[in-house]
Structures are given as structure tokens and as C-alpha cells.
């Protein structure tokens, strides 16, 4: 059995393991660029493939690769575009023919070799909301004066909320409205292979050239720095290099800086010295928001109760929206009609659990109910402790509990500043250490609001 039947087996498994849209999207020319010793290393048209086969599908192909040839031990993926026939030539369904402007384009995920930037990325296709409204308007003030403003900046926030969006607008804006400057976008996994083969290849001089001469240097997901002594010595000196020569460095990571284990305080001292802001998960108005914007971008046309649905089932992040719109999106086509509700919920219980969790507004009269005081009351600019210590309960929980960002927060409470959102939380926080009674009562609260949702 040759490469190209291996392949166009094993995508016959594949196909009936994982849903039409998905087998359509991610396993377009794909194909075998090689098998030997036990390894198949399996080739993707781009990036962005290439990382769903390795991280969303891999244990299908593992395993339908495995059910024939079963003396393979692993699989690598590469990036590579075929011009031969054994490439996958995915093809739909008879009666499920899209025109090609309804297909996904997967020019989108061309990257400039130059600067590792995706030109899709823009702050043209940036929803804001409240939960990202501070993020980007620290990107917008580095786009302004890079280099002089919020250097480093650092956004943390969790898997799917917009933060790669963000990081590589900074770049494309800066490339394209300002002085021609020298921009590079890396993750922090490539930053540390590249600096180990340098080592290997006795190259580091090279190495360190290469960075201290960006104007922005923009690094994607520092938590896998953690450990890494080594890698971590080198950006230190890298980082101060490009602060003290007055040009720009922008983070992302999963969690703050003091919440990345293995992280020398050097170096955490440098990621804090700047500005240091939060994505948390879009509320309902946002997600609907960007459900509407990434239907009107790829031309999907349905209806919008079905989009209020979505927004209203997929809770917890951009990328699982996006999922869902392509989902239910290509099963409509699939079935030449329009899903009702029920087939929308039924769709998407399969592959995504949705969130149950209470509203704000639920929290907050849960908690004037339980420290019997009039609902409206917490929303008053007062400093009486009857009023100020439950207000700062709910704002802990919503904060806790629904990821609300801090500027959410400080709107639903009347127009409050942020700042009094932080300190809220912040203040439960430790009172809770040192307090069993406050603790109780916060435990208890919560089991209000979450057995009203059962």
C-alpha cells in the first residue's frame, strides 16, 4: 500500500469520526508527505491546519492510520503544499455543493515570511466589548507611540478570547500606518527552538542579532517559558536590549506574569514593569456582536434567532463561536433548509457542552436578597458599610465566577470605575483568608444563584 491509499483510507475513518464541516475544513489537501521508521509525517497546506490536525484531530489519525499499519509508533505535521495527485481533494456531498464564496478561504491564513504577521488580523475585525475594552485600548495607545507608551504590554486571558487577534493587529496597524519600522511576531515555543538550534549550530551571535534589531517584537503565549532557564536568560537579555534602545515589546500569556510558575524574577520583573491587562470571556451582547461580524465577513447567511441562540449557548469563548457558526452554518446547507431551534441545541450539545452559569443581574439580587438590603440600593455611589460590603461580594462573584472584566463590572454597578472593581475583588480576597464567616456566607450565596439554574 503506497502513501496516497494509506491516506485516502484513513480519511475514510476520519470522515465518519468527526463532524462534515470539520472533515471539510481542516482535511482539505492534506496528504503523506512521508513514512519511514514508524513515523508519518502527514502535510497541511498552512499554519493554521497544520496546528488543528496536530492539537484537535490527531488521535483520529493516530488511530485510522493505525488500524492498518499497525507497526506506526508516531506522526509529525508539516507544512506543505502539494502539487501532486496524492494530496486529500476533499469533495461535498452531491447534494451539498456550496458556492465558493460560501467555502472557507483559506488565503486567509497566508503570513508574511518577513514579520510572521497574518494581514487578516486588523483592529477593523476586532469586536470590543467590555470584556476586552481595556486590551484594546492599550493596543490602540502603542499603535499610537510604540516604544513610549504601556512598554511592555502585556494581555493575559484565557484559550480563545482574542488575544493572537490583538497582538498581531498592534503589528499590521503599526506596519502599515507608520515610518517603515522592523516588526517580528513569534510564539514563545518557536523563540526557544530557534534560540536551542542556534546553540547547535554554534549560530547565537546570529541569534542575537536577529532580535535586537526589531522596532516591535510581539511574543505569543509566554507561559511556555516557564522552565526554561535557559531561553528565559536569553529574552531577558533580548528584552532589555530593545527597552533600553526605546523600542516596543508586547506579550500575551494564559495568566498574569506571578501566576506563570518557573518564571526568574528578572525576568517577571521586566514583564511587570509595564502595563498589564486582562480579556476575560464576552458577555451576551459581544458574542452576539461577533457572531454577526463573522457571518457578515464570511457571507453565512442565517437567521438571527438562530445567532441569539449561539451567543446564548457557546459561553466561553471567540474560537468555540466561530466553531459553532461554521457548524451549524454547513449543516443547514447540508440538510437545504433552515435548523430550528432544537436542532441548533442538538447540534451543538454533541460536540460542545455548554455553559451553565448564572447572569450578573442574578448574582446581584441573590446577594441584596441575602444581606437584606434593597436590590437598587447596591448600585448607589454610598459609602455606608451595610451597602459597600455587599456590593463588593457581587462584584467579587461576578468577577470569579462569570470572568467579567473589571471594566464590566464597574458599568453594571452605575457607571463605577474599574479601579473600584479591582478593589472590590482584591479586598474579598483577603478578607476571605482571614475570615470563616465572610467564606461561608459567599458559599452560601453561591449555592443560591446556582440552584436557581438546575
Same mark, same amino acid.
Given at each position: 500500500?503506497?502513501?496516497?491509499?494509506?491516506?485516502?483510507?484513513?480519511?475514510?475513518?476520519?470522515?465518519?469520526?468527526?463532524? &462534515?464541516?470539520?472533515?471539510?475544513?481542516?482535511?482539505?489537501?492534506?496528504?503523506?508527505?512521508?513514512?519511514?521508521?514508524?513515523?508519518?509525517?502527514?502535510?497541511?497546506?498552512?499554519?493554521?491546519?497544520?496546528?488543528?490536525?496536530?492539537?484537535?484531530?490527531?488521535?483520529?489519525?493516530?488511530?485510522?492510520?493505525?488500524? &492498518?499499519?499497525?507497526?506506526?509508533?508516531?506522526?509529525?505535521?508539516?507544512?506543505?503544499?502539494?502539487?501532486?495527485?496524492?494530496?486529500?481533494? =476533499?469533495?461535498? &456531498?452531491?447534494?451539498?455543493?456550496?458556492?465558493?464564496?460560501? #467555502?472557507?478561504?483559506?488565503?486567509?491564513? *497566508?503570513?508574511?515570511?518577513?514579520?510572521?504577521?497574518?494581514?487578516?488580523?486588523?483592529?477593523?475585525?476586532? =469586536?470590543?466589548?467590555?470584556?476586552?475594552?481595556?486590551?484594546?485600548?492599550?493596543?490602540?495607545?502603542?499603535?499610537?507611540?510604540?516604544?513610549?507608551?504601556?512598554?511592555?504590554?502585556?494581555?493575559?486571558?484565557?484559550?480563545?478570547?482574542?488575544?493572537?487577534?490583538? +497582538? #498581531?493587529?498592534?503589528?499590521?496597524?503599526?506596519?502599515?500606518?507608520?515610518?517603515?519600522?522592523?516588526?517580528?511576531?513569534?510564539?514563545?515555543?518557536?523563540?526557544?527552538?530557534?534560540?536551542?538550534?542556534?546553540?547547535?549550530?554554534?549560530?547565537?551571535?546570529?541569534? @542575537?542579532?536577529? *532580535?535586537?534589531?526589531?522596532? +516591535?517584537?510581539?511574543?505569543?503565549?509566554?507561559?511556555?517559558?516557564?522552565?526554561?532557564? /535557559?531561553?528565559?536568560?536569553?529574552?531577558?537579555?533580548?528584552?532589555?536590549?530593545?527597552?533600553?534602545?526605546?523600542?516596543?515589546?508586547?506579550?500575551?500569556?494564559?495568566?498574569?506574569?506571578?501566576?506563570?510558575?518557573? =518564571?526568574?524574577?528578572?525576568?517577571?520583573? &521586566?514583564?511587570?514593569?509595564?502595563?498589564?491587562?486582562? =480579556?476575560?470571556?464576552?458577555?451576551?451582547?459581544?458574542?452576539?456582536?461577533?457572531?454577526?461580524?463573522?457571518?457578515?465577513?464570511?457571507?453565512?447567511?442565517?437567521?438571527?434567532?438562530?445567532?441569539?441562540? %449561539?451567543?446564548?449557548?457557546?459561553?466561553?469563548?471567540?474560537?468555540?463561536?466561530?466553531?459553532?457558526?461554521?457548524?451549524?452554518?454547513? #449543516?443547514? @446547507?447540508?440538510?437545504?433548509?433552515? +435548523?430550528?431551534?432544537?436542532?441548533?441545541?442538538?447540534? +451543538?450539545?454533541?460536540?460542545?457542552?455548554?455553559?451553565?452559569?448564572?447572569?450578573?443581574?442574578? %448574582?446581584?439580587?441573590?446577594?441584596?436578597?441575602?444581606?437584606?438590603?434593597?436590590?437598587?440600593?447596591?448600585?448607589?455611589?454610598?459609602?455606608?458599610?451595610?451597602?459597600?460590603?455587599?456590593?463588593?461580594?457581587?462584584?467579587?462573584?461576578?468577577?470569579?465566577?462569570? /470572568?467579567?472584566?473589571?471594566?464590566?463590572?464597574?458599568?453594571?454597578?452605575?457607571?463605577?470605575?474599574?479601579?473600584?472593581?479591582?478593589?472590590?475583588?482584591?479586598?474579598?480576597?483577603?478578607?476571605?483568608?482571614?475570615?470563616?464567616?465572610?467564606?461561608?456566607?459567599?458559599?452560601?450565596?453561591?449555592?443560591?444563584?446556582?440552584?436557581?439554574?438546575?
Amino acid at each position: 500500500m503506497n502513501n496516497e491509499e494509506l491516506w485516502s483510507q484513513a480519511l475514510n475513518d476520519i470522515e465518519l469520526a468527526v463532524s &462534515r464541516a470539520n472533515f471539510v475544513t481542516w482535511f482539505k489537501d492534506t496528504h503523506i508527505l512521508d513514512f519511514a521508521d514508524g513515523v508519518v509525517t502527514v502535510g497541511a497546506p498552512n499554519g493554521f491546519s497544520k496546528e488543528w490536525l496536530e492539537n484537535k484531530f490527531h488521535k483520529f489519525i493516530l488511530k485510522s492510520l493505525r488500524s &492498518r499499519v499497525p507497526e506506526i509508533r508516531a506522526i509529525n505535521y508539516s507544512i506543505a503544499a502539494s502539487s501532486t495527485p496524492q494530496a486529500a481533494r =476533499i469533495k461535498p &456531498r452531491k447534494e451539498f455543493a456550496p458556492q465558493p464564496e460560501e #467555502q472557507l478561504e483559506f488565503k486567509d491564513f *497566508y503570513v508574511d515570511p518577513k514579520t510572521n504577521l497574518n494581514p487578516k488580523y486588523a483592529l477593523d475585525t476586532f =469586536i470590543v466589548g467590555s470584556f476586552n475594552e481595556l486590551a484594546h485600548a492599550a493596543a490602540l495607545a502603542v499603535i499610537k507611540n510604540p516604544g513610549r507608551v504601556y512598554n511592555p504590554l502585556f494581555i493575559y486571558g484565557g484559550v480563545g478570547l482574542g488575544k493572537t487577534h490583538l +497582538l #498581531q493587529a498592534i503589528g499590521n496597524a503599526i506596519l502599515k500606518n507608520g515610518p517603515p519600522k522592523k516588526i517580528y511576531y513569534i510564539s514563545s515555543e518557536k523563540f526557544s527552538n530557534e534560540l536551542v538550534s542556534s546553540i547547535q549550530n554554534n549560530a547565537v551571535h546570529n541569534f @542575537k542579532e536577529k *532580535y535586537r534589531d526589531f522596532d +516591535l517584537l510581539v511574543v505569543d503565549d509566554v507561559q511556555f517559558f516557564s522552565n526554561k532557564t /535557559k531561553t528565559q536568560e536569553e529574552f531577558f537579555y533580548t528584552f532589555n536590549a530593545l527597552h533600553e534602545a526605546g523600542k516596543q515589546v508586547v506579550f500575551s500569556s494564559d495568566r498574569p506574569p506571578k501566576s506563570i510558575p518557573d =518564571i526568574g524574577e528578572r525576568l517577571l520583573s &521586566r514583564m511587570e514593569a509595564g502595563v498589564i491587562v486582562d =480579556i476575560s470571556e464576552p458577555e451576551y451582547e459581544s458574542r452576539l456582536a461577533i457572531l454577526k461580524s463573522k457571518a457578515a465577513e464570511r457571507k453565512i447567511g442565517l437567521p438571527e434567532t438562530t445567532l441569539e441562540l %449561539i451567543a446564548m449557548l457557546i459561553q466561553k469563548n471567540i474560537r468555540e463561536l466561530e466553531g459553532a457558526l461554521n457548524t451549524i452554518y454547513m #449543516q443547514s @446547507k447540508y440538510q437545504n433548509r433552515v +435548523l430550528s431551534n432544537d436542532d441548533v441545541k442538538s447540534i +451543538l450539545s454533541k460536540n460542545i457542552k455548554p455553559k451553565n452559569a448564572a447572569t450578573p443581574s442574578q %448574582i446581584i439580587k441573590t446577594v441584596a436578597e441575602f444581606y437584606d438590603i434593597p436590590e437598587k440600593s447596591i448600585y448607589e455611589h454610598t459609602r455606608k458599610t451595610e451597602i459597600v460590603r455587599p456590593r463588593q461580594v457581587a462584584m467579587y462573584l461576578i468577577r470569579e465566577d462569570l /470572568k467579567g472584566s473589571y471594566p464590566f463590572i464597574g458599568q453594571k454597578f452605575g457607571g463605577m470605575d474599574h479601579t473600584t472593581a479591582i478593589h472590590a475583588y482584591e479586598k474579598i480576597i483577603q478578607e476571605t483568608k482571614k475570615d470563616s464567616k465572610l467564606e461561608e456566607e459567599i458559599k452560601r450565596i453561591r449555592e443560591k444563584y446556582q440552584n436557581q439554574q438546575k
